[in-house]
């Protein structure tokens, strides 16, 4: 067994994330060294800021070209998937506490709560999460896949992965794998 920790955010201050959700605590699920805490692509980088300057409403949630504009100055414009997924489709619901799942084997999730849904398909190693930001007007995929067969972990957001050799991998500390600071793993 793999005990698992997972925590997502999602960032649009240096210093303050607009959702953070613990996905997995010390979660058991059956059976690369790079530097994946990167910030952001523009150190005083601040939302507020921004909205400021581009004179949009801080009231006013940021939507449509706005929206585009933010996260091609954030440079994830790139990283981000054509559509992005749709936290009530029936890839995230029904669920219970915000997980769905295929597998038929007996796991306990903790409750996830906020604008998050995860999927856990029938092969029960992988878990797809879908994080809605009414803010941005934007919604984030991210993933992580424990391909137990090949030794390796798969984690993703968006288009944006890495896949790290269990072989090779340092057990007992804390990893990130952050995209350009706004969208988070740990």
């Not at 991210?142 to 072989?167: H, K, M, P, Q, W």
């Amino acid at each position: 067994m793999y005990l698992v920790n997972l925590n997502v955010s999602v960032c649009m201050e240096q210093s303050e994330c607009l959702i953070q959700v613990p996905v997995f605590r010390n979660t058991k699920i059956r059976k690369i060294q790079c530097n994946w805490n990167q910030g952001f692509q523009d150190s005083d980088f601040s939302l507020t800021k921004w909205m400021e300057e581009n004179k949009l409403d801080p009231v006013k949630d940021v939507v449509g070209l706005a929206a585009n504009q933010l996260v091609e100055e954030l440079g994830i414009a790139k990283y981000l998937r054509s559509k992005p997924c749709i936290l009530m489709s029936s890839s995230y619901t029904p669920n219970v506490d915000g997980w769905k799942s295929d597998c038929n084997h007996s796991l306990s999730f903790p409750s996830i709560t906020g604008p998050v849904s995860c999927y856990v398909p029938d092969y029960c190693t992988a878990i797809d999460c879908c994080i809605d930001v009414r803010l941005i007007d934007r919604a984030f995929n991210i993933f992580v896949d424990l391909d137990a067969c090949n030794y390796n972990l798969i984690i993703g957001i968006e288009n944006y992965n890495r896949t790290i050799s269990l072989l090779d991998y340092e057990w007992g500390k804390p990893d990130q794998f952050y995209l350009l600071g706004v969208v988070r793993i740990e």
